[in-house]
């Protein structure tokens, strides 16, 4: 190994090719950190039972070394059980064998469910013995200079803790979600409460440096702890590459697109704006073939469908599920606009990472949200619209002016040198440089 190449042991249960935003995080440190003179390491786990799995968000990784460990955790399990239920319905009838598989379903709903009682702080502490001991062989192996652990799932922190004391490696912990009384982080009871906050402080006392993907979460992570370590943030982002083909479609007989790209489910309930869709369509007169709502990603609520058929809205609705990365990042560029949605009280730091997806897609867009963090970064340099999520008859008179826009060929404003300078910001190699300065900083 070139002693002048500086390594880094990137933990994370998230990873490719597992889908969603979270993964792709870690992903895109790992795919460019070489071009900086840095070689990366990847520690995360073997196939689990999870929404969705994308081959595409492999792309560039071919030269990184991804090491992938057993758990007992329960989407591990669940995977293990599938793979075994598919190879008895081989030889057993499809009626046993479907009751077989709601009895396990039911099986891994009370099971999880144990597990959120007794498990602190998350169900991936089970993950942590497999990755320790693989980790202590990694670094008996290789000269590693960083470990940097990410979290969710927090449990991972765990680990880093435990390498940062016992092997003296440096150590970042990055935070790309709340921890104790976090927006995600379940906490059963005041002792679950408790203890989380106990282990939080304890992570960013120790740790050599630490991240928060926005200014919002920093602020939470100073007031837990005053001791802490030096906190950077370092956004989620987006990779330039995929947007290197704007060329879009013309068609004879225009229709309005508006495209949502994102999970339905934590803070994303499109209720209230589908019945404000509803009523832009009636005041506006439009048919099916002059408009479309497209919902690009997983339904995890599982309710979008019941309210598009309560409103009769099946003719102007599109619902792919989740689609590989690219195939989404094409909806993007195609949009006439996009639909920029979150609701509930998520807190004030809250940015959704398809936030900068949005930016460099350069469509205009609708923020129906809170006043978020992720609504700041877009003011910066996109053409915005903002309604707050119950405002119904805002989030109307927006729709309106959009689709007037639209019929007039009214041209997106033209990014000006600066704004297109913070989007660059945003791209994931400009956020690995950053990681790198930190690390430098670190020694």
Request: aromatic share 10%; proline share 6%; with cysteine.
């Amino acid at each position: 190994q070139d002693m002048t190449v500086k390594s880094i042991l990137l933990i994370s249960y998230y990873f490719p090719p597992m889908g969603m935003g979270g993964t792709q995080r870690v992903a895109g440190f790992a795919r460019h950190l070489p071009a900086f003179g840095w070689r990366p390491l990847v520690l995360t786990v073997k196939k689990v039972a999870y929404y969705a799995y994308d081959e595409t968000l492999c792309e560039g990784l071919d030269t990184v070394p991804i090491i992938r460990t057993g758990s007992l955790d329960p989407l591990r399990l669940a995977y293990i059980l599938q793979q075994w239920l598919q190879k008895r319905r081989r030889n057993r009838r499809r009626e046993t064998a479907a009751a077989t598989h709601a009895g396990a379903r039911y099986g891994r709903r009370r099971l999880r469910w144990l597990l959120n009682s007794l498990l602190i702080p998350d169900q991936k502490v089970l993950w942590l013995p497999f990755a320790y001991w693989r980790a202590r062989r990694l670094l008996q192996e290789h000269k590693i200079d960083w470990i940097l652990t990410s979290g969710p799932p927090h449990s991972a922190h765990l680990l880093g803790w435990l390498l940062h004391r016992l092997y003296g490696v440096r150590w970042l912990a990055d935070f790309r979600d709340g921890w104790s009384g976090g927006d995600f982080q379940p906490e059963a009871t005041p002792l679950h409460r408790w203890l989380n906050r106990r282990l939080q402080r304890r992570v960013l006392r120790s740790a050599t440096a630490v991240t928060a993907v926005s200014e919002g979460l920093k602020q939470v992570l100073q007031a837990s702890e005053p001791q802490h370590a030096p906190i950077e943030v370092i956004t989620n982002g987006y990779d330039a590459g995929a947007f290197s083909n704007r060329k879009r479609r013309r068609t004879p007989d225009p229709v309005f697109d508006l495209v949502h790209v994102g999970t339905l489910g934590n803070f994303v309930d499109p209720t209230v704006f589908l019945a404000a869709f509803q009523r832009f369509i009636e005041d506006a007169g439009l048919t099916e073939n002059k408009v479309r709502l497209w919902f690009i990603g997983a339904d995890l609520a599982g309710t979008l469908q019941q309210h598009v058929q309560a409103l009769n809205l099946e003719p102007f609705v599109q619902a792919t599920g989740y689609i590989s990365h690219p195939d989404a990042i094409k909806h993007l560029l195609q949009a006439d606009l996009l639909l920029y949605l979150v609701t509930g009280d998520p807190y004030p730091g809250f940015i959704p990472g398809k936030t900068f997806e949005y930016l460099a897609a350069r469509r205009p867009i609708l923020a129906v949200c809170p006043d978020i963090e992720g609504l700041t970064i877009l003011r910066q340099a996109a053409h915005v619209r903002h309604a707050h999520p119950e405002d119904f008859d805002r989030i109307v008179l927006a729709l309106k002016a959009f689709y007037l826009e639209f019929m007039n060929r009214t041209p997106v404003p033209a990014l000006s040198p600066e704004k297109r300078d913070i989007i660059q910001t945003y791209s994931r190699k400009a956020l690995t440089a950053k990681l790198i300065k930190l690390l430098k900083a670190g020694g």
